[in-house]
């Protein structure tokens, strides 16, 4: 008998596959009258509630949620804990917005009780916008990931994060050494990989910051230890490629510049990818890298429109990032709103069910948790949330209108945010209540 059995009723939609592989009919499963059984923190049972029920004992404790749909919870495959404090920073593309804005920021975590605030307030902020899983970019302080791991191990989440590896061309009081990084890295891999629900990712923050010694020391790292990550930026800005061939003449773009240190493989995944060539998009494919996807940050920043059909045409996994400070919002509902209109912008259309499937299945496979976390079926995690449909006036009148689960699910991302996420479970327990 499990320790703690629960039951949770309400519709009930989740992923289970991609469709551009499979079509979008069979890329989902739907239960308008939905039950979902929780054993012990993982998903036991999944399906019709007038199916289930008379499998389960009459005394099992069922939470019945009206006007609301079960989903996995949110996977954020990109974003910046020690950028909280600078989202929606004023009037700047990449490199002079992370001279301006992002450096002076980050150059605050090397201090404890700063650390340990925003991680709370970070993780905070997660939960209310229903992500469960995110992979993290630290600053250049061991501090900043310690107060992050601390405080998500508390809530038993499973979330990745790295130190920044960084030691030239930013502040000098924000640098590390190769070495230092090296050494910084691998007491943080030793402390935390592993340790629960969490992952590390090694995070050269992006070629032009790194000397070769320290992006051969990335890589020495991925060799080193077993199902590491490895997150980084690229192709995200033309002025940020122009320094890259310029910083390294000898190779032959900027992929291969991470190419060329080893940085490549299925537990990497690069952030932006907008101005990728066919060549690019095929060696990661190749090699099993991923694609984070960041529409808030790529308009906001004025970086330009990622080309998914691109990514689709060469199967490159793609998972969905906020890229929050740069990204201007926690919601993954809100940055496939943006992602819609990407999409819009190119001619082409973002479906409700492939949006689904990017800010869920498509995230876990981009992180190869897709075993764990990013649909419910029996074996996974049991993360998930309950959004209301009646989260806001608009939201309630327009929801009433829907006529199918295609146009509900729709609505919820164009019209839903951080409201519209009533309830978020962790492990089966309840880490976030409106
Ligand atoms: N490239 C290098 N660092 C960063 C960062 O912090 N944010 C974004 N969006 N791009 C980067
Ligand atoms: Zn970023």
Same mark, same amino acid.
């Given at each position: 008998m499990p320790l703690t059995r629960k039951a949770y009723r309400a519709a009930i939609l989740h992923s289970i596959a991609d469709p551009a592989e499979?079509?979008?009919?069979?890329?989902?499963?739907?239960?308008?009258?939905?039950?979902?059984?929780v054993d012990d923190g993982k998903i036991s049972a999944v399906g019709h509630a007038s199916e289930l029920l008379p499998t389960l004992p009459a005394d099992i404790e069922i939470n019945h949620y009206q006007d609301a749909l079960i989903t996995p919870g949110f996977i954020d495959t990109h974003i910046h804990l020690p950028q909280t404090g600078m989202v929606g920073s004023y009037g700047e593309?990449?490199?002079?917005?992370?001279? /301006?804005?992002?450096?002076?920021?980050?150059?605050? &975590?090397?201090? $404890?009780?700063?650390?340990?605030?925003?991680?709370?307030?970070?993780? $905070?902020?997660?939960?209310?916008?229903?992500?469960? /899983?995110?992979?993290? &970019?630290?600053?250049?302080?061991?501090?900043?990931?310690?107060?992050f791991f601390e405080a998500a191990e508390k809530l038993d989440l499973r979330m990745i994060a790295g130190k920044v590896m960084?030691?030239?061309?930013?502040?000098?009081?924000?640098?590390?050494?190769?070495?230092?990084?090296?050494?910084?890295?691998?007491?943080?891999?030793?402390?935390?990989?592993?340790?629960?629900?969490?992952?590390?990712?090694?995070?050269?923050?992006?070629?032009? /910051?790194?000397?070769?010694?320290?992006?051969?020391?990335?890589?020495q790292l991925l060799t080193e230890y077993p199902d590491l990550y490895m997150? /980084?930026?690229?192709?995200?800005?033309?002025?940020?490629?122009?320094?890259?061939?310029?910083?390294?003449?000898?190779? $032959?773009?900027?992929?291969?510049?991470?190419?060329?240190?080893?940085?490549?493989?299925?537990?990497?995944? &690069?952030?932006?990818?907008?101005?990728?060539?066919?060549?690019?998009?095929?060696?990661?494919?190749?090699?099993?890298?991923?694609?984070?996807?960041?529409?808030?940050?790529?308009?906001?920043?004025?970086?330009?429109?990622?080309?998914?059909?691109?990514?689709?045409?060469? $199967?490159?996994?793609?998972?969905?990032?906020?890229?929050?400070?740069?990204?201007?919002?926690?919601?993954?509902l809100q940055t496939l709103n943006e992602a819609y209109k990407v999409m819009q912008l190119q001619g082409a259309r973002l479906s409700p069910f492939k949006s689904l499937y990017l800010a869920t299945l498509g995230g876990a496979r981009a992180l190869r948790l897709e075993d764990r976390i990013g649909n419910l079926r029996p074996g996974s995690d049991a993360d998930f949330l309950v959004l209301d449909y009646n989260a806001t006036p608009l939201l309630s009148y327009r929801l009433k209108q829907s006529k199918n689960i295609a146009e509900t699910l729709f609505v919820l991302m164009t019209l839903g945010d951080d409201r519209t996420v009533a309830q978020t479970y962790a492990a089966g327990a309840l880490v976030h209540q409106r």
């Amino acid at each position: 008998m499990p320790l703690t059995r629960k039951a949770y009723r309400a519709a009930i939609l989740h992923s289970i596959a991609d469709p551009a592989e499979v079509g979008i009919e069979t890329s989902y499963e739907y239960f308008e009258d939905g039950l979902l059984v929780v054993d012990d923190g993982k998903i036991s049972a999944v399906g019709h509630a007038s199916e289930l029920l008379p499998t389960l004992p009459a005394d099992i404790e069922i939470n019945h949620y009206q006007d609301a749909l079960i989903t996995p919870g949110f996977i954020d495959t990109h974003i910046h804990l020690p950028q909280t404090g600078m989202v929606g920073s004023y009037g700047e593309q990449l490199l002079d917005w992370l001279n /301006t804005y992002t450096f002076p920021c980050e150059s605050q &975590f090397g201090d $404890k009780a700063h650390a340990d605030e925003v991680a709370d307030i970070f993780i $905070k902020e997660l939960l209310r916008n229903g992500t469960t /899983t995110a992979l993290v &970019f630290g600053s250049v302080h061991p501090q900043s990931v310690n107060s992050f791991f601390e405080a998500a191990e508390k809530l038993d989440l499973r979330m990745i994060a790295g130190k920044v590896m960084m030691d030239r061309n930013a502040p000098d009081y924000l640098v590390d050494t190769a070495e230092s990084s090296y050494v910084d890295s691998k007491a943080l891999i030793e402390r935390w990989h592993g340790k629960g629900r969490l992952h590390y990712a090694v995070t050269p923050r992006f070629a032009p /910051t790194s000397t070769p010694e320290q992006l051969t020391l990335a890589g020495q790292l991925l060799t080193e230890y077993p199902d590491l990550y490895m997150q /980084t930026h690229i192709s995200e800005n033309l002025k940020e490629i122009e320094w890259v061939k310029e910083l390294f003449p000898e190779r $032959k773009g900027y992929l291969d510049v991470y190419d060329h240190y080893q940085l490549l493989g299925e537990r990497s995944v &690069f952030a932006h990818g907008v101005h990728l060539c066919d060549d690019e998009c095929a060696r990661l494919a190749e090699t099993g890298s991923a694609i984070s996807f960041c529409p808030t940050s790529n308009l906001f920043l004025g970086s330009g429109l990622f080309n998914l059909p691109m990514a689709e045409k060469h $199967k490159l996994n793609v998972g969905l990032g906020t890229d929050v400070g740069g990204g201007t919002s926690f919601s993954l509902l809100q940055t496939l709103n943006e992602a819609y209109k990407v999409m819009q912008l190119q001619g082409a259309r973002l479906s409700p069910f492939k949006s689904l499937y990017l800010a869920t299945l498509g995230g876990a496979r981009a992180l190869r948790l897709e075993d764990r976390i990013g649909n419910l079926r029996p074996g996974s995690d049991a993360d998930f949330l309950v959004l209301d449909y009646n989260a806001t006036p608009l939201l309630s009148y327009r929801l009433k209108q829907s006529k199918n689960i295609a146009e509900t699910l729709f609505v919820l991302m164009t019209l839903g945010d951080d409201r519209t996420v009533a309830q978020t479970y962790a492990a089966g327990a309840l880490v976030h209540q409106r």
